[in-house]
């Protein structure tokens, strides 16, 4: 079974500071998601990464899978990134994709 | 577009009463996640649906039980609640690619139910 581990657990930036949030897990996976989370719960899907990197706007994601480690980064952070960032990845290596070890979550709080 | 949709978006039930909360996935997506996620605790994963048949079963009560219908919504129904179910329940759906590997599907999150047992 699967264990993640994310750092930090809260995080306080000025708006237009770099961003970096840590995911470590601890067996083999194929894919590894970064989900944002708003206050009132609603989860989006940010990332599905298996090797690399991946760009989205202002957000980046990169995963090391040899050494079990992945990275969300915001550049020119802005309050609206405030969110609760949660890295996740599947409970078992080749299994459903859905069935999801969470970790505990960064809350991010960015200050103007 | 059409995203994942979930109702009733809140609903507060006396304990011991039952409740249903329902998924319709985005069109053509063919699985279905089902999560909890208590007041500040991480999302547990609870069950899955692919092609109308369980697919995957994790920390579900066996008070709990969930089924996919020929449209691909989803209903998850609780029975005999108790004031520890209290909690945000949220889907998510994906396509699984031809083929039925799962290995790469991307999840799509609906907003959640947030359930109050009172």
């Known amino acids: 079974k699967n264990e993640v581990e994310q750092s930090p657990q809260n995080l306080t930036a000025q708006e237009g500071e770099f961003i970096t949030i840590n995911c470590s897990y601890s067996?083999?996976?194929?894919?590894l998601h970064w989900l944002q989370q708003h206050p009132g719960g609603g989860i989006v899907s940010l990332f599905m990464?298996?090797?690399g990197k991946k760009k989205h706007g202002r957000l980046i994601a990169t995963i090391n899978i040899q050494e079990k480690h992945s990275s969300l980064h915001i550049t020119a952070s802005h309050p609206r990134d405030s969110a609760v960032y949660i890295c996740?990845?599947?409970?078992?290596?080749?299994?459903?994709?859905?069935?999801?070890?969470f970790g505990k979550g960064t809350k991010l709080s960015v200050k103007p | 577009a059409a995203g994942v949709i979930q109702s009733p978006r809140h609903l507060i039930k006396e304990k011991r009463e039952t409740a249903t909360l329902k998924c319709y996935p985005i069109?053509?997506?063919?699985?279905v996640y089902w999560y909890q996620q208590g007041p500040g605790q991480d999302p547990q994963f609870l069950i899955s649906?692919?092609?109308?048949?369980?697919?995957d079963k994790g920390s579900i009560p066996d008070r709990f039980s969930a089924q996919q219908f020929s449209d691909y919504h989803s209903e998850l129904n609780m029975s005999s609640l108790e004031l520890g179910d209290s909690a945000l329940y949220f889907c998510?759906?994906?396509?699984?690619?031809?083929?039925?590997?799962?290995?790469?599907?991307?999840?799509?999150f609906g907003s959640g139910t947030q359930l109050s047992v009172l």
């Open positions: 998510a759906s994906s396509l699984v690619p031809a083929g039925g590997i799962s290995t790469n599907e991307k999840l799509f």
């Open positions: 067996v083999g996976i194929s894919a």
């Open positions: 990464l298996s090797s």
């Open positions: 996740a990845v599947p409970m078992n290596y080749g299994g459903s994709q859905g069935n999801l070890i």
């Open positions: 069109p053509r997506h063919d699985t």
């Open positions: 649906f692919y092609e109308k048949m369980q697919s």
